[in-house]
């Protein structure tokens, strides 16, 4: 899979790659992250790439002209590739919450092309020009996409088939089937009086198994019933019966 970030700090996105899990994806050849400098597309001398807004307002706004160039350049270059033209991602707090699936989603793309904003955000005639798919990381907002666009590439790195050691460990965890995962223990066996649970150490993998299923199903209830709700919801218009036993 190829990521290229488009990004006015591509050093950024460079040394990220450079450690841990997306740098053993990379490694490993499942992974290629290219970090593209907006400011490559620009045709003045001081390589500008924001001006102030229109209608007046604090800050600035990042120009449409480089980013539909580096945009167009980089689907001209991907033309001849095997892999097609990339799928387009615009980090942005008005886009849709990343989660889960829609990681997974995108895992499972050869290639994608994320756009990284600042400043006030991107002159609105990017996201016009072409069909982006919006995605934010929360209801919050950061002073560029550059968090987000690692996030999501973090996130994807470790879906990569082959990249982590044991593909189980993907598969049982937090929003994997709409549950948070169960708690996990090591040793020592016991620690400042605190207990391992005694079915951990029984050896008897169903019961291990019942157990991990009902501690997800009890802290999602606890502390993310929504997740639940969704699920439930999902189920009855799909299958019209109900998910929770
Ligand atoms: C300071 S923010 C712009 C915020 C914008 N003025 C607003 O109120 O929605 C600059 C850039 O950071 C990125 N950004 C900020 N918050 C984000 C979030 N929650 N998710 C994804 N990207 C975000 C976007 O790329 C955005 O263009």
Redesign the pocket.
């Known amino acids: 899979m190829l990521v290229q970030v488009l990004t006015l700090f591509p050093r950024l996105i460079d040394d990220f790659v450079a450690h841990g899990l997306p740098r053993i994806a990379v490694e490993k050849g499942a992974l290629a992250v290219q970090a593209v400098d907006l400011r490559g597309f620009t045709h003045d001398v001081h390589r500008t790439v924001d001006d102030r807004p229109f209608g007046g307002g604090p800050?600035m706004v990042?120009l449409c002209a480089p980013i539909v160039a580096a945009v167009e350049q980089l689907e001209q270059d991907a033309a001849t590739q095997p892999s097609g033209p990339p799928h387009r991602v615009?980090?942005?707090?008005?886009?849709r919450r990343?989660d889960q699936r829609k990681l997974r989603e995108l895992a499972a793309r050869p290639r994608l092309l994320l756009?990284?904003?600042?400043?006030?955000?991107?002159d609105e005639r990017v996201r016009l020009a072409m069909p982006w798919d919006e995605?934010?990381?929360?209801?919050?907002?950061?002073?560029?996409?550059e968090?987000?666009a690692l996030a999501l590439l973090d996130g994807i790195a470790r879906l990569l088939p082959g990249v982590t050691g044991d593909p189980e460990s993907t598969v049982h965890e937090s929003f994997e089937d709409d549950l948070l995962e169960a708690p996990h223990y090591t040793r020592p066996r016991e620690f400042r009086g605190m207990a391992v649970p005694e079915v951990l150490l029984s050896g008897d993998h169903a019961a291990i198994a019942r157990w991990r299923r009902e501690q997800s199903l009890l802290i999602t209830k606890e502390r993310r019933a929504d997740l639940l709700q969704a699920r439930a919801a999902r189920q009855a218009a799909t299958e019209g019966k109900p998910w929770i036993e």
Do not use: K, N, Q, W
């Not at 615009?90 to 886009?95: D, W």
């Not at 995605?135 to 996409?145: C, E, I, N, P, T």
């Open positions: 800050g990042l615009m980090l942005t707090p008005r886009g990343l756009l990284c904003g600042h400043y006030e955000g991107i995605l934010s990381l929360g209801d919050f907002v950061l002073s560029g996409g968090p987000a």
